[in-house]
C-alpha cells in the first residue's frame, strides 16, 4: 500500500468521524430531559398580564443550554379552550420549531398546521422566558398541550445585531 491510500484513508476517516461527532452533538448531545416543574406550564392572564402557573399532566420535556430555543415540551391539561380562551392571553403568530426526530411527541409540522387551520390554540405561556425569547404553550380540544420558545420581536432585532427599539426592553448587559 503507498503512502497516498493510507493519507486518503486517514482523511477519510477523520471526515466520516467529524461528521458523525457533529451529528450527534447536534441531535442528542447538548439535550437533557427536564423534569416538571410548576414553572414549566405557565399561561399570562389577561387581566394581570402576569404568568401564572396552570393545572398539567404528563409532562415529557427537553432543553438544551446550547440554544435558548430548544426547549420542547409535551403533556395534558385540563382546562377547556373556551376558559383558556376567557382567561389567558392567545399568541398572535406560533411557529413551533422542529425537535429531534427521537423527542417523538413533539410534531412541530402537525402543529404548525393545526395552528393555521384552528384545531390547536396557542398562548403566550412567558414573554421574555429569556431576553427575546417567548415560551408558548399551544392547546387542542381534547387537552394535549405543546410548548416551545420562540424569538419575540425585541429579539428578531437584538439578535441581528440591529440598536433596541423604544418599545423594547434594554437586553440584560451580557449580550452586548
Given amino acids: 500500500m503507498n503512502v497516498g491510500r493510507v493519507i486518503v484513508m486517514g482523511i477519510a476517516f477523520s471526515a466520516l468521524f467529524a461528521g458523525a461527532l457533529m451529528y450527534y452533538l447536534q441531535v442528542y448531545g447538548y439535550y437533557k430531559e427536564v423534569a416538571a416543574e410548576v414553572a414549566d406550564v405557565q399561561l399570562?392572564?389577561?387581566v394581570s398580564g402576569v404568568p401564572e402557573p396552570v393545572v398539567f399532566e404528563n409532562f415529557?420535556?427537553?432543553d438544551s443550554n446550547s440554544s435558548p430555543v430548544r426547549y420542547r415540551a409535551c403533556f395534558e391539561m385540563p382546562l377547556s379552550l373556551a376558559t383558556l380562551t376567557e382567561t389567558y392571553v392567545m399568541y398572535d403568530d406560533p411557529?413551533?420549531?422542529i425537535a429531534p426526530?427521537?423527542?417523538d411527541c413533539f410534531d412541530a409540522e402537525t402543529l404548525g398546521g393545526d395552528l393555521e387551520t384552528g384545531a390547536a390554540l396557542a398562548f403566550l405561556g412567558q414573554a421574555d422566558v429569556k431576553y427575546g425569547i417567548d415560551r408558548i404553550v399551544a392547546v387542542y380540544p381534547d387537552g394535549r398541550a405543546f410548548s416551545w420558545h420562540q424569538i419575540n420581536a425585541c429579539g428578531e432585532?437584538?439578535?441581528d445585531g440591529d440598536p433596541v427599539p423604544e418599545t423594547c426592553p434594554l437586553p440584560p448587559e451580557s449580550m452586548n
Fill in 95 to 97: 411557529v413551533p420549531l
Fill in 101 to 103: 426526530g427521537w423527542f
Fill in 157 to 159: 432585532v437584538v439578535f
Fill in 44 to 46: 399570562t392572564a389577561l
Fill in 60 to 62: 415529557k420535556a427537553i
